[in-house]
T-cell receptor, first 115, second 114 residues
């Protein structure tokens, strides 16, 4: 089945130690997104790629970076994680924008713990 | 500014009872509307969506939702809840003519009593 796969499911890192989360998709979708979801809150969009075009949300901290080396893969890099960055990180894809009509397909997320 | 309000943070219903989860949005035109469900420790799964046409939309797992323009609402319903429906439910709005971002409500957590 076509899907969005995130690895690892659980990631523990130390305060200030860089960490990378990965996402792959077999849907061949143009758009890939990274969301941050803290406990009992709505997912918050960090950034997205439309093909190779990167779009950062205005309030995404500089500490968060992303790479999309090809259509299938997208990475979230946290350069110096703080305790406040502990959250569930969700990768999602959509076929296209089309004004928001393309549904998002989510992966199962990576739960990040910062010690 | 566009916004999505889910007034109920937590709802508990008995198994077999009917369910309605509320969603109100603020948007200047007819938006794209979605309901997603999130089981514990999982990603979000699309239940149903409304783009245009019939205002009553059917989704997966026996869910339906009705778009009411006059009330700016898109409430989710299920006639008979199953224990496996216990999860968090998110309403989301997509802005026509814009790129990418969905605006999510804060979610409603559903608990199901035996």
């Amino acid at each position: 089945d076509a899907m969005v796969i995130q690895n690892p499911r659980y990631q523990v890192t130390q305060f200030g130690k860089p960490v990378t989360l990965s996402c792959s998709q077999t849907l061949n979708h143009n758009v890939m997104y990274w969301y941050q979801q803290k406990s009992s809150q709505a997912p918050k969009l960090l950034f997205h790629y439309y093909d190779k075009d990167f779009n950062n949300e205005a309030d995404t901290p500089d500490n968060f970076q992303s790479r999309r080396p090809n259509t299938s893969f997208c990475f979230l890099d946290i350069r110096s994680p703080g305790l406040g960055d502990a959250a569930m990180y969700l990768c999602a894809t959509s076929r296209d924008f089309t004004g928001g009509s393309s549904p998002l397909h989510f992966g199962n997320g990576t739960r990040l713990t910062v010690t | 500014a566009q916004s999505v309000t889910q007034p109920d943070i937590h709802i508990t219903v008995s198994e077999g009872a009917s369910l309605e989860l509320r969603c109100n949005y603020s948007y200047g035109a007819t938006p794209y509307l979605f309901w997603y469900v999130q089981s514990p420790g999982q990603g979000l799964q699309l239940l149903l969506k409304y783009f245009s046409g019939d205002t009553l939309v059917q989704g997966i797992k026996g869910f339906e939702a009705e778009f009411k323009r006059s009330q700016s609402s898109f409430n989710l319903r299920k006639p008979s809840v199953h224990w496996s429906d216990a999860a968090e439910y998110f309403c989301a709005v997509g802005r026509r003519g814009s790129q990418g971002n969905l605006i999510f409500g804060k979610g409603t957590k559903l608990s199901v009593k035996p």
